[in-house]
């Protein structure tokens, strides 16, 4: 029987966009299969004033430079501008601004004076000079209580840990606090923190990409979820699906590990069960479209309890609310562990409970200014990474001939990133055996692990 193609791509996200894209350009005939009735997965956007916002908020560092390389190969590197953005910090009841050493030092109050300089230091040391790989034996909070001290480590990093990793903030090691805290320094220009954005929103990559891969000969199918691998003598030769069995020579999978885990079972059990050690954190965003800011604050952070969500982003203080008729909008955004409440709760009671508390924050907001509320909500938003977890990540080389598998497991110790999507997916084929051409590699942490 004919091969359908040299490729096939599963799971139509961005590491699997990116992947196809790679592949294509390389020569290869690639078909991308898709589950959903869209291609995109956390890319999504919906219309906001006649400009697409996303789903999840999105932004890109400075050096991401496998995302420059991929708007530039796409003819739409002059969409992507950068801006100075504004951050913050709500502890004590009170706002903190959280933009410069002068910001922390002097005058964060919840921190006394001397930790207000151990945290400086110990974010200065793990953002800039630290090795991931000799901290994964140890948590976060266990670090900073150590070398940051109790007062800073209880008064930011605990709660933030914990509105973010719920019950396994104890956990998280120091490792992935590199990875994060690195992506953030690093896109400091004379201290001042720049963040890129596509003008137009994400809509606009994901347009360039379609078009790219459909000139490039690369067949999409979508509403096509695999049905099971066929497998003869240890490796796959085709998937199965709702219209029949499609064959190559390779097969990638971009899927979430707990949807490869269920596909592999009947063929490789032992290798099915280590995927499913590999956990992940559902997200949810609720964004509120206003007549009036919140705040002059791009990001605030909220590291006091009682609030059902760990950070407010202010889009329109990063991009102006004219791009968007005027609207100023606001994410409220949430991490949840499996079986949370969020996970099951409806919509509108969503946007009821994560709205309840904004009088809180903000003394003088109503209901009135709210003109629409939207909600977004993925089960698979993020892994729950803890100490040692790089043993967890799966090797991408699979044990069944043909088969490689990447997840958001393979971006640890790093952040999950559009940026990070490329560099695994590149990465991914360069272990296939094919070349992955020009595209750059840029400081990110990410596909280190499991490509051997």
């Known amino acids: 029987m004919a091969e359908d193609a040299d490729i096939i791509v599963l799971g139509g996200g961005a590491s699997g966009l990116a992947a196809a894209y790679l592949a294509a350009r390389a020569g290869l005939k690639v078909m991308l299969v898709e589950a959903n009735e869209t291609v995109g997965g956390l890319l999504s956007t919906f219309a906001v004033g006649g400009t697409r916002l996303e789903h999840y908020y999105h932004h890109f560092f400075s050096h991401d430079e496998e995302l420059r390389w991929l708007c530039a190969e796409l003819g739409i590197a002059d969409r992507l501008h950068y801006h100075a953005a504004t951050m913050g910090m709500y502890r004590g009841g009170n706002h903190y601004a959280f933009n410069s050493p002068a910001d922390l030092l002097l005058r964060f109050k919840p921190v006394d004076l001397p930790g207000r300089f151990r945290f400086a230091a110990t974010s200065l040391y793990l953002g800039s000079y630290a090795d991931w790989r000799n901290w994964e034996h140890m948590t976060a909070l266990e670090w900073f209580r150590r070398y940051a001290g109790r007062s800073a480590a209880d008064a930011i990093w605990r709660p933030m840990l914990e509105i973010k990793f719920g019950p396994y903030a104890s956990e998280v090691p120091v490792s992935w606090m590199i990875g994060r805290l690195r992506q953030r320094m690093n896109s400091r220009e ?55 069995a499609y064959s190559a020579r390779q097969f990638l999978s971009c899927l979430p590990t707990p949807v490869l885990a269920r596909l592999l079972a009947p063929h490789h059990a032992d290798y099915a069960a280590a995927l499913g050690r590999v956990q992940y954190f559902g997200a949810v965003c609720t964004i509120l479209e206003m007549k009036q800011p919140l705040s002059n604050t791009y990001w605030l952070n909220v590291a006091d309890e009682g609030f059902p969500f760990g950070g407010v982003i202010e889009h329109t203080n990063l991009i102006p609310a004219s791009n968007y008729q005027g609207r100023h909008l606001a994410y409220l955004s949430r991490y949840f562990e499996a079986g949370h409440a969020l996970s099951s709760l409806s919509k509108a009671e969503v946007a009821e409970t994560m709205m309840r508390p904004l009088s809180r924050l903000y003394p003088h907001w109503k209901d009135s200014h709210v003109d629409n509320v939207h909600v977004f909500r993925t089960n698979t938003a993020a892994v729950v990474c803890d100490r040692g977890f790089s043993r967890k990540v799966p090797q991408v080389a699979t044990p069944l001939g043909g088969l490689h598998a990447i997840s958001m497991a393979h971006v640890y110790p790093d952040e999950r990133s559009c940026n990070n999507s490329i560099r695994t997916a590149a990465a991914a084929l360069r272990s296939m055996g094919h070349p992955t051409g020009a595209l750059p590699r840029g400081p990110s942490l990410a596909g280190q692990i499991g490509f051997a």
């Open 190 to 244: 004379r201290g001042d923190e720049r963040l890129g954005y596509l003008e137009g929103s994400l809509e606009v990559l994901l347009r360039a990409l379609l078009q790219h891969l459909q000139q490039l000969g690369v067949v999409v199918k979508t509403s096509l979820p695999v049905e099971e691998f066929v497998v003869e003598r240890g490796a796959v030769r085709a998937i199965k699906t709702a219209e029949g």
